[in-house]
């Protein structure tokens, strides 16, 4: 069962004015299962994407670089919607997977009566599979059908794979007493790491920014909530996190950062997009700890990345979180090799440095604090949420990642996906 | 069980003239178990070393690091003995750590009656606790006294921490009918990966090598060898491998690379180092499948090494390959996002590659490969040992690592280790 996930509580997710969601049970990979999603956005939204960097990327994945690539180039006036399948990732297809996604955005342009390249699509599932394009384009009519405002709930099951529990969150934040709402919706479980990972996330808003503001602040976003978070430390071929803003709140546009206001958004955004990034990790494959990793006083973010990932994926470490075991030589071992990974951690002086648990302090001056007992590591390590702080004591920057345990049930659920 | 490791034949692990090896039960964490072992080398010998670059190296790799700088420096005459205990790390421990590792070397130094700055000390097993030094110098008048030649084997057997296996090797190689004899020993089964892991190597020859000659092949070897293995991605904290050269054997000096009979004895030495690396592997923690995977056509060695690395310690591909599961697209994924540790793969082209599970093409532009069926794949991963090949068509470069699954002995054995 996920981590401290709560159910979601439909009441809680708004609505937003300008975006309708539509699903249909299009047998792709499961019977009687909700695996097809068309979001339609209204005109005059802005819409960003961010996408996996993994070189054997999706076909889907290329199509919406160059269907966004096409509103940048004026050759289209904006993206009118989304469709999302689960249940095949369309990777690892060749030729026949781009024409399967193209397909699959002239089918649904014809039905809404828009320009194909105004669609994004989106793919999940097992790789090197080819979609079975009848039964996913027989489904688009039906998902169309059913396009409301208020799908959102059944949007967040329609995207899931491996998924145990749907991911949604809402916030409102107020400008001059006009209210702007933020609504997301998240999916993977799975070969989750940066940048990205088998993970879908999709947020609007109706607030009123820009394009090129808004790819921005996604940018920024994204680093700071998708891309700090591993299950497993594999880069699936699909990830993709889309921001829409369709402008259809009554409160001021947010055009730059002074913008009034901005802050405030700014950070509902930001609370969302972690939320649903959190809500992967608590959904982990196997996961049954949350774990929480600060890297503070380190010369450059980078430092503080590396050496936060370097504890969150090594599975000598994840292995000790499951079995609630406060080994901290093996989170000692996994800072020492981060410099594999970052060259400048070379002269990482390990004899300044301070490891906590929770706020119990382990480990300083190159081994086992003297204050420390391990009892009070035991009564952090019981807990399902766990967080450990390294402090470098060599610069001003840090970083947080967010990471899960490696259980038995990780090896299990991946060495039986496929049967 | 390990994955096709052969028990030791005693009769095929030759002694090295120049080379003599004692051993104790000190109690140092279990009872009634070799667990302290002490080398004595000829005087006159090469002795050459490489050790982990985990910044959190442990305190013995320190001193042994400062002992070989003054056999450099000319302060002593060479290396006389190695002192290897297992149990206890003696990793994460501080300044009392080093005060430990000297009083080691000082308490052998008396009872051999040689100076304590030509030992080398290692030690493997828990970080993080310090060693019961009153146990591990009650034990070193044992292991001297029972100072012999033909202790090989069960020097195998003393240097073992979750290993389950002792990994012996001899082999020989004649120069003007003159004999070279080569033993090794290692050990290992976690916390391995370069650059190095929590893996022990000691090589002997009676060869006669130079110093500063030895040095240069010792790199090399351990880049080929020990430096390609990879059970979980975690570098530990006292890797080590040295390689003693006795200089006892009639044969011709070794010299420089055009000595007569060079290239004999650095295959021999090669085949020794890699077959104790495979060995780790084969007896890696929870392994049911031994995995080579070769990467050909790449632009450097650089790229061959981390598309290796990267499917080899990629959790999704180790819990397919324990499942026996061909399941590709986790290989070409594995692939794709190589390039987040080595920026020349950002253009790789995955049109044009093509993997080989066997001698079975799997997948080629950019997806299954039409010729390919299931059942063909399915036959390959059946087998306890299975060949994975990447060919990349972008260079003449290669390299091959060694890998093993991933299974849920693995998250019992680590989740269970300090219990």
Chains 1, 2 share one sequence.
């Not at 781009?98 to 955005?105: P, Q």
């Not at 700071?224 to 009554?250: E, P, R, W």
């Not at 119990?360 to 949420?385: C, P, T, W």
């Amino acid at each position: 069962m996920p981590v401290n996930l709560p159910e979601i509580n439909p009441a809680s997710i708004h609505s937003i004015d300008g975006i309708r969601l539509g699903w249909a049970e299009s047998n792709i990979k499961h019977k009687n299962r909700k695996d097809l999603l068309v979001i339609e956005i209204a005109q005059g939204s802005s819409v960003s994407g961010v996408f996996t960097q993994n070189r054997f990327c999706a076909a889907p994945v290329t199509l919406c670089k160059k269907h966004l690539a096409a509103v940048k180039n004026n050759d289209i006036t904006g993206i009118n919607a989304l469709v999302i399948n689960t249940g095949n990732a369309n990777a690892g297809t060749g030729e026949k997977g781009m024409v399967d996604a193209i397909a699959t955005c002239e089918t649904l342009a014809k039905i809404m009566a828009i320009p194909a390249e105004s669609i994004l699509p989106f793919s999940t599932g097992v790789i090197l599979e080819h979609l079975p394009m009848d039964k996913l384009l027989a489904g688009l009519p039906h998902a169309v059908d059913n396009l409301t405002e208020n799908n959102w709930v059944d949007a967040a099951s329609a995207i899931m794979t491996t998924d145990v529990a749907p991911k949604a969150f809402s916030t409102q934040v107020s400008i001059d007493k006009e209210l702007i709402n933020i609504t997301g919706i998240s999916k993977g479980a799975g070969m989750i790491h940066p940048n990205m990972a088998t993970m879908l996330g999709y947020v609007a808003t109706d607030a009123n920014i820009p394009q090129a503001f808004l790819d921005e602040i996604t940018k920024e976003i994204t680093d700071l909530s998708f891309n700090c978070i591993s299950v497993d430390g594999d880069t699936s071929t699909n990830d993709s996190f889309i921001v829409i803003a369709t402008g259809k709140s009554t409160a001021p546009a947010l055009t730059n950062r002074n913008s009034k206001g901005f802050s405030e958004f700014y950070n509902g955004l930001l609370e969302t997009a972690q939320y649903l990034a959190k809500a992967i990790i608590r959904d982990g494959e196997g996961a049954t700890k949350f774990i929480t990793v600060n890297v503070k006083g380190a010369l450059t973010i980078d430092e503080a990345k590396t050496i936060g990932f370097s504890i969150g994926k090594s599975p000598l470490v994840k292995t000790a979180m499951f079995a609630s075991d406060p080994n901290l030589g093996r989170v000692l071992a996994a800072i020492g090799y981060a410099s594999r990974e970052c060259k400048s951690l070379e002269n990482l002086d390990t004899n300044t440095l301070e490891l906590y648990f929770g706020d119990v302090l382990v480990a300083e001056k190159g081994g086992r604090a003297a204050s420390y007992n391990e009892d009070d590591g035991q009564a952090i390590m019981n807990a399902a949420e766990i967080d450990i702080t390294v402090e470098l004591h060599r610069g001003n920057e840090e970083a947080t990642i967010w990471t899960c345990d490696f259980s038995y049930d990780y090896v299990k659920i991946n060495a039986e996906y496929r049967t």
